[in-house]
């Protein structure tokens, strides 16, 4: 991995082809919501294919925590769909056939000259694709569970919800007023 993709740092904004062949940006799919961004082996890796089971299970939760969720794999558009569609994934699937986000990180999977596949990481993003945790699964036990995403993801909304308490002071007259800080009422929307 570059030695300036580290948490605290903002994550690249690739712009790739997704599961239904619109070009799509990472910044434009994650909004100002945290973000799961998991860069995979692909379809023939059965290790990814628990991963995303165990996504697809967590997505329900994901999904009403206002919370994105991206995967990037090296496969083509039609093994991106065919993987997409095997774990049951509600979420947008890009394609970095080109191995643009493998080499501009610097994560080529060396081991596996056969497929050429990214060294697989799941990212943890702050709003603005700002990396709050990284996870290295080259080894199944590297990458995340539901649990640790779950905490990683509290502590995050905890910091960029200014209405996480609503026992705050100011939020009730905020409420009664222009609702600048309760989410989705943000003072830009």
Request: include cysteine.
């Amino acid at each position: 991995m570059r030695a300036d993709i580290v948490p605290g740092a903002l994550l690249p904004d690739y712009e790739l082809t997704d599961h239904t062949k619109a070009r799509r940006r990472l910044s434009e799919l994650q909004g100002g919501d945290p973000m799961i961004l998991v860069l995979s082996r692909g379809h023939f890796c059965p290790k990814d294919h628990r991963q995303h089971l165990e996504l697809a299970e967590l997505y329900p939760q994901i999904s009403v925590a206002y919370t994105k969720i991206v995967t990037i794999s090296t496969d083509n558009l039609y093994e991106l769909n065919e993987f997409r569609s095997s774990v049951g994934a509600q979420w947008p699937f890009l394609s970095d056939q080109r191995r643009i986000v493998q080499r501009d990180l610097e994560i080529q999977e060396y081991t596996d000259p056969h497929h050429d596949p990214m060294i697989p990481h799941t990212f943890v993003l702050e709003p603005g694709l700002r990396i709050y945790k990284i996870y290295n699964g080259y080894w199944f036990w590297g990458r995340p569970s539901s649990v640790e995403l779950w905490q990683d993801l509290r502590e995050i909304t905890r910091k960029v919800r200014p209405d996480w308490d609503l026992a705050a002071p100011g939020l009730r007259e905020d409420w009664e007023g222009p609702k600048a800080r309760h989410y989705p009422y943000t003072a830009d929307a």
